[in-house]
């Protein structure tokens, strides 16, 4: 899903670190710094997957009309509403970060006992139900906000 004729992250750091001037950097190639909207990535992913936007809210465990609204670039996502989505298309970590990346939110950090509890269970394949319960028995907020709903 990436433009092929883009740098790379790596090659675009090395340009950064290379140039004497931070005005020149960033007007040298525009194209070198556009990400997709949300919208447009989940939108394309679920193309490319034959999924349909419907199943990938459900197994995200998103309200009906929130997750229309992310699809359509009405609303924006939280973190944890990323991750969710991550569940929802049944990704894997590198997956899961891409989609954090371009939400331009804060990636897995595994030094994070919440976030290496995700990472486990998005490599582990383990359902968004599941994973709010393990989430729950290790005493991490869950994913959404949502209070304890075991007790």
């Known amino acids: 899903m990436e433009n092929e004729n883009r740098l790379s992250t790596q090659e675009l750091l090395e340009l950064l670190f290379k140039e004497r001037s931070l005005e020149s950097f960033l007007s040298r190639d525009e194209s070198s710094f556009l990400m997709p909207s949300f919208s447009e990535y989940i939108s394309r992913l679920c193309k490319m997957r034959g999924a349909v936007a419907e199943h990938i809210i459900m197994r995200a465990d998103i309200e009906k009309s929130y997750g229309h609204q992310l699809f359509s670039g009405k609303r924006n996502p939280s973190r944890d509403t990323v991750i969710q989505m991550a569940f929802g298309f049944e990704s894997d970590v590198d997956q899961a970060q891409m989609l954090l990346k371009v939400a331009q939110k804060t990636l897995l950090y595994p030094r994070v006992k919440r976030d290496s509890a995700i990472i486990y269970c998005l ?14 028995d290790l005493d991490l907020p869950l994913l959404g906000g949502r209070k304890n709903e075991r007790d």
């Open 123 to 136: 490599h582990n394949r383990i359902s968004i139900v599941d994973t709010q319960i393990i989430l729950h």
